[in-house]
């Protein structure tokens, strides 16, 4: 059989940073996946030396909507570092909270988004209704639904009143038993089962060698947690289980992403129970002394990665950003290799990129020397169609 | 007026079809979007639909300040669209480039490539205001007729 060449992308916002697959494939099977990056280039990391590190703050927490506080957590920790300010307890404490709130609401977007890519869209209507209630949660905290801005240089910027606690632990409280639904529906339906088990293979070995992070590398049984590893914020004093699976395929990731919110909800209770007295915030000066740093935050993906580097003014020197994604995605090449066309969209949609615009692939025919060209949707409902004359069906549901 | 144009615009304003493009958003409109689509929000009681292609679609959503790389992209979706056609500029990036004004890779704001027919402001845009911004344009249409 011929070789076909299928370019993915290069308009691929599915994904956080831009970037074009090449499928090579053999009938329906990938043989090889080449990955190119850098299309969707803004030129934040140089702008940020332009700005004082109070409104770099503003500019990174834009990386990206959906981890944006992931960034400046890691970002102001940087800050903090070189400027030797000691961030008050309680601080911290809220940051973590923040931080715990931001991964339930990523990882129950993502539920809704892989059920979605499944073709289970009832699925994805009940996630995102369920999320509402982190996002109630977060407004409420912080007065926005998905920028927050919690962080300020030295601490944060509003505290949490006693009818707050409340109101967020009645949520997680509604959200904990939608999740156990979610967990049983994960593992026992068997047309999820069909869908996902044994697609998208990463074994631990590979997962090592091509240095996934997040629930991409704990799916393969690699306990690798910055969380557990080297805490920071108040991780330290708070009691959580590193979800493991070992599958190493698109199920076991849908498992640690279902278990990881248990104990999400494990630690927001915690915190909110134990949050220690004193005041939010310390002053910090405008101008930095030289020096670098370097942090790294367990975002809802993955390991986020920040290094800053100051030169005794008011704006950094240098700032870089390692988003999880970039860190996953040669281990997605591994994984659609070997697989079906019509596993693509499953497989990249479970390292959890961003589904957010209409994609296109092009199918190049080498035989017949001509292209054609595939939208994300189109993608998505032949992965539909393909199961569903395989007795893969949820419309029976 | 043709009566095939009455019915086109019947048609548009009992149900606009909508294609979402992220012409380099930070993907904080983008999940405001879609939540504007599921249950919470739920706009499709208004008949607003979300379309996979532009060849559907009669209002073109856009986030994000531009990036040059997309801009060329962004033309040539909106010139596969079918006329009426519309443009809607989301977020506070897509109506002046937001944040990233001045960044190296971007053309700040939707209005440098294409013609905009509503501005949506907020960093990142609420889903009320989204409702708000494709009600607006359906009356300003309706008006004209
Ligand atoms: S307006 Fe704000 S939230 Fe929306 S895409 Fe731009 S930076 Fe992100």
Redesign the interface.
Known sequence: MSKITIPFGPQHPALKEPENFMLVLEGEQITSAGINLGYNHRGMEKAAEERTYLQDLYLIERVCGICSHSHTTCYITNVEELAKCETPKRALAIRTLIGELERVHSHLLWLGVAGYEMGFETLFMYTWRDREQVLDCLELLSGNRVHYSINTIGGVRRDITAEQKTEVKKRINYLMERTNYYIKLATEEPTVLARTQKVGKLPLDVAIERGAVGPTARASGLARDVRKDEPYLIYNELDFKVITHNTCDVFGRLVVRALELVESYKMIHQVIDNLPEGPIAVKVPMKIAPGEAVNHYEAPRGEDIHYLKSNGTDKPERLKVRAPTLANLQSVAYMMEGGWLADVPLVIAAIDPCMSCTDRAAVWDAKKGKTEVYSWEEMRKMGIEHYKRRGVDFSKL | MKIIDKLITWSLLKSPWI????S?????????I??AL???YDVERFGIVLK???RHADILVV?G?V?R??AK?LKT?YEQMPEPKFVMAVGACGCSGG??N?????IPGVHQTLPVSVYIPG??V?PEAIIDGVVKLIQSVEGKK
Not at chain 2, 19 to 22: E, K
């Open positions: 294609l979402h493009f992220n380099g958003a930070c993907n904080g409109c983008d999940i405001e879609v939540d599921t249950p919470k996979a292609t532009p986030s300040p990036t790389q997309q992209r979706i944040v990233f001045g960044c190296y890779g971007v960093c990142p609420r």
